[in-house]
């Protein structure tokens, strides 16, 4: 009887860990994002107290989410090699340093863009917390644990939502203070508690020979293209969308970075519903409603409609389309990706998905400066999610069916 009771306690103990390891890596990826995303909520106070032009406001926002975008790359990488336990714990210290640097240093335009650049480090704990997950559980359970790790994105909506109020309120310091702070004690606890799960593949190879071999498989590209859309929409919302909103409808600051915060929280909310959905139905028939609703729903923005009753409607049916999205094309990766190689694959299709979020503010930025209007900015939205639309419904379909067969 003793023995059978400790050996349920046992058992027990194992069923549990992949949730306290999935809890965990979804922390320190909030608290990493939220500190990436520090500069764009202030874009508009920044750019008045430099006197910024419009495409410099773009770009000092921009820049962290490029770097962190192509960091994902040898990040992913090495987190294959050497396991997350390590590269949580040092990502999340590294990062504080530009953290604290923009909040009590930075006074100039170049300065700003300097911190972006090693702020954007922070961005990478996307390709770290992808294979950790990924490794921890099983592939039918894959697309939502992957799905809810993805809720870390919502870090953008702490942003968004705390720091101009706590700017404003206490000083412009200290939201970065603050978010160092959760920095130092998230790296603390996970050099501590994180563990990499037993037998965990161990790729063979240089970081260059086997980064190499990953760009030349096809679904790395094909995985690439669908998160560009669908997670670089998202990205570029968020980065721009404060913006958009105090240029094209006249709101203040507090209000436009306010009414962000809740496009990012739809967004979040709906990438775990992604990466369930298909789990049951299958990631092709969600991408497919995806990116019809994407197209829909952008073109309707091109418009500039009202923002109150139709321009809300579409800029929040646009985040739930995003986010549902960016968790559906993780539920591929688990399904069509080794798990040896999720590291290197995520680091690339990560890399994509930031990407996908530098050009569009930059375009807007450049489209209003010409034209004093954004409606070319979303006629290319909705162009790119009708390509994306046709490529999942026929290249992709394909591989997935391929898979299917092999397996």
Not at 119 to 139: D, Q, R
Not at 239 to 261: C, I, K, N, Q, W
């Amino acid at each position: 009887m003793r023995l059978t009771s400790t050996s349920a306690e046992g058992s027990a103990q194992v069923s549990a860990q992949p949730a306290r390891m999935l809890a965990l890596a979804t922390a320190g990826f909030t608290i990493a994002f939220w500190a990436w995303t520090l500069l764009a909520p202030l874009g508009s106070a920044l750019a008045e107290e430099l006197g910024l032009s419009s495409f410099q406001q773009s770009l000092v926002v921009a820049v962290p989410v490029v770097v962190g975008s192509l960091g994902r790359i040898p990040v992913g990488a090495l987190t294959d090699r050497v396991g997350a336990h390590r590269m949580f714990p040092a990502v999340s210290a590294l990062t504080i340093l530009p953290v604290l640097y923009l909040g009590h240093l930075a006074d100039s335009f170049a300065g700003f863009l300097a911190g972006g650049f090693f702020l954007g480090l922070g961005g990478t704990t996307f390709a770290i917390g992808v294979p950790f997950v990924n490794a921890w559980y099983p592939p039918q359970r894959r697309g939502l644990a992957l799905g809810i790790f993805g809720v870390g994105t919502g870090g953008t909506a702490v942003a968004a939502f705390s720091t101009v109020q706590l700017a404003d309120a206490v000083s412009r310091s200290f939201p970065f203070d603050l978010a160092a702070a959760a920095l130092a004690v998230y790296a603390v606890a996970a050099a501590f508690l994180l563990r990499d799960p037993e037998g965990r593949t161990t790729p063979q190879g240089s970081l260059v020979s086997r980064t190499a071999a990953t760009m030349r498989m096809g679904v790395t590209w094909q995985l690439a293209f669908l998160y560009a859309v669908a997670f670089g929409g998202f990205v570029a919302f968020n980065v721009y969308l404060p913006t958009y909103l105090a240029d094209a409808h006249g709101l203040g600051e507090s209000d436009a970075a306010m009414r962000t915060a809740g496009f990012v929280l739809l967004a979040v909310a709906a990438r775990p519903f992604g990466g369930w959905l298909s789990d049951r139905i299958g990631a092709v028939p969600v991408l497919l409603c995806v990116f019809a609703l994407v197209t829909a729903l952008a073109a309707v923005c091109a418009a500039e409609p009202a923002l109150i009753p139709l321009g809300t409607v579409a800029f929040l049916g646009l985040a739930a389309a995003l986010g549902a999205g960016a968790g559906a094309v993780f539920a591929l990766v688990a399904r069509l990706v080794e798990p040896g190689k999720v590291g290197a694959v995520t680091g690339i299709v990560g890399a994509a998905g930031g990407l996908g979020g530098f050009f569009p503010p930059l375009v807007m930025g450049l489209v209003k400066g010409v034209t004093g209007e954004f409606t070319w900015g979303f006629v290319l939205l909705a162009a790119t999610s009708a390509a994306a639309a046709a490529f999942t419904a026929t290249t992709v379909r394909k591989r997935v069916r391929a898979a299917g067969d092999a397996a």
